[in-house]
């Protein structure tokens, strides 16, 4: 079955520290797309990052950077030099290929993060 | 990125009457939408999908009598809470995609729903 950890339930850091959130996934198809949504107090939902299982490099989008391994199944999150603005629960999800045109989104159960100034 | 926009965003309703939430996709026709609901501190939970102009499918467990989803348009979709009690109390939250099925799907603000 298909499958998504995201281990930290919650993290507490210091402005300007580096956190990293992890994910990791399961899944038996071949191809498959992961992503990163992060919900500000706000409550929406915020598109960060797709990655399809196909492209192994990593990626980097100002503070926000991305590990994507196969080998371990893992797909984790960095921000560097934290800020307050980052604090929000942030999703791992994996597409689910095999529901067909109304392909679903496996939620993993959020990382709350904190950042303290 | 595409726009969602979800309202109300907030409503207090009383028990036993019918609350309508609706999800409209700005700048992009979306082919598919979800319906998703969350409780405090947890994960998202996929109640149904719906593509424009079909029935939607829901997830199993939820009551499709209940909640009721209408996708008239490809920028449009509803969800239409009956007769709800204090415990569909809920953050209910949209999204919607459009094109192929890997494309990602991007969500509306979220709808605090309160019944009293």
């Known amino acids: 079955a298909q499958k998504v950890t995201q281990a930290q339930t919650e993290i507490s850091v210091v402005e300007k520290e580096d956190v990293t959130l992890d994910c990791v996934y399961e899944?038996?198809?071949?191809?498959?797309?992961l992503f990163w949504y992060k919900q500000p107090p706000s409550g929406e939902l915020v598109f960060l990052i797709r990655?399809?299982?196909?492209d192994e490099q990593n990626e980097i989008s100002g503070r926000y950077s991305w590990n994507f391994q196969k080998s371990t199944s893992s797909f984790n999150f960095t921000i560097t030099a934290s800020q307050v603005v980052d604090s929000a629960v942030y999703f791992c999800?994996?597409?689910?290929?095999?529901?067909?045109?109304?392909?679903?989104?496996?939620w993993g159960l959020g990382t709350s993060l904190a950042v303290n100034p | 990125g595409a726009v969602v926009s979800q309202h109300p965003s907030r409503v207090i309703c009383k028990s036993g009457t019918s609350v309508k939430i609706e999800c409209r996709s700005l700048?992009?026709?979306?082919?598919?939408m979800f319906w998703y609901r969350q409780f405090p501190k947890k994960s998202l939970m996929l109640m149904a999908t719906?593509?424009?102009?079909?029935?939607?499918?829901?997830e199993q467990g939820v009551e499709k009598d209940k909640f009721l989803i209408n996708h008239a348009s490809l920028t449009l979709s509803t969800l239409t809470v009956t007769s709800a009690h204090p415990e569909d109390s809920s953050f209910y939250i949209c999204?919607?995609?459009?094109?192929?099925?890997?494309?990602?799907?991007?969500f509306g603000q979220g709808t605090r729903l309160t019944v009293v």
């Open positions: 999204s919607a995609r459009s094109g192929t099925p890997n494309t990602e799907a991007f």
């Open positions: 700048d992009f026709q979306a082919t598919t």
């Open positions: 719906s593509n424009e102009g079909s029935k939607a499918t829901y």
């Open positions: 899944t038996r198809d071949t191809t498959y797309y």
């Open positions: 990655r399809n299982s196909f």
């Open positions: 999800a994996l597409s689910d290929l095999n529901a067909g045109n109304n392909r679903k989104l496996i």
